[in-house]
């Protein structure tokens, strides 16, 4: 069945550190650039870091950059984002998703996971 | 950094048409793409490349691109159509994913 689940979620203090894994089936993981999206409660989606398929490149948006690392697992069909230094304002619910495979920079996500819901909180 | 500008709302009546736009500087030269989010839910992808429908999304759909302003129209809308729709581009210039603030669509 093609699907994206993710996992890792959960309440962290602010400074905190947090892992989010997705595990991917039914498609050539290998072969799609992926993507971690997230959005605050209440708001829109905001882009948060993309990963090509053999990993040479890796983009991040200002917002998080130095603090959260993109990675993945060809072999474990895995998508993962590690998260730093974590603060208030990083809470919501983290998607991943599956770039459509025809050109990494332009493509559309066109499967998306269910949701991570991340709080960041004292 | 690349900005694309919604209008927050839209309504529109079950059968008639709607349209939502996205607003960038030479939008043009970007591709667009629209996601649609019904409340509790991920996003769904409706348009990609300006105006490729994905594979089960209804002919109703379609998209368009041109100068400061790209479009989704929703041809004779239904119930189910209400929801949140966004649009994305990728800026080459920063290399940044940009997505729009969001359409909320109301079906009347």
């Known amino acids: 069945e093609l699907q994206l689940v993710e996992s890792g979620g959960g309440l962290v203090k602010p400074g905190g550190s947090l892992r989010l894994s997705c595990a991917a089936s039914g498609f050539t993981f290998s072969s799609h650039g992926m993507h971690w999206i997230r959005q605050a409660p209440g708001k829109g989606l905001e882009w948060v870091s993309s990963i090509i398929g053999n990993s040479r490149y890796i983009y991040y948006a200002d917002s998080v950059k130095g603090r959260f690392t993109i990675s993945r697992d060809n072999a474990k069909n895995s998508l993962y984002l590690q998260m730093n230094s974590l603060r208030a304002e990083d809470t919501g619910v983290f998607y991943c998703?599956?770039?459509?495979?025809?050109?990494?920079?332009?493509?559309?996500?066109?499967?998306w996971g269910q949701g991570a819901l991340v709080t960041v909180s004292s | 950094s690349y900005v694309l500008t919604q209008p927050p709302s839209v309504s529109a009546a079950p059968g008639t048409t709607a349209t939502i736009t996205c607003g960038g500087h030479n939008i043009v030269t970007k591709t667009v793409n629209w996601y649609q989010q019904r409340p509790g839910q991920a996003p769904l992808m409706v348009i990609s490349y300006d105006t490729d429908r994905p594979s089960g999304i209804p002919e109703r759909f379609s998209g368009s691109n041109s100068g400061n302003t790209a479009t989704l129209t929703i041809s004779r809308v239904e119930a189910g159509d209400e929801a949140d729709y966004y649009c994305?581009?990728?800026?080459?210039?920063?290399?940044?994913?940009?997505f729009g603030g969001g359409t909320k669509l109301t079906v009347l």
């Open positions: 998703a599956r770039g459509v495979g025809r050109h990494f920079d332009q493509d559309g996500f066109d499967l």
């Open positions: 994305h581009v990728w800026d080459s210039s920063s290399d940044q994913r940009v």
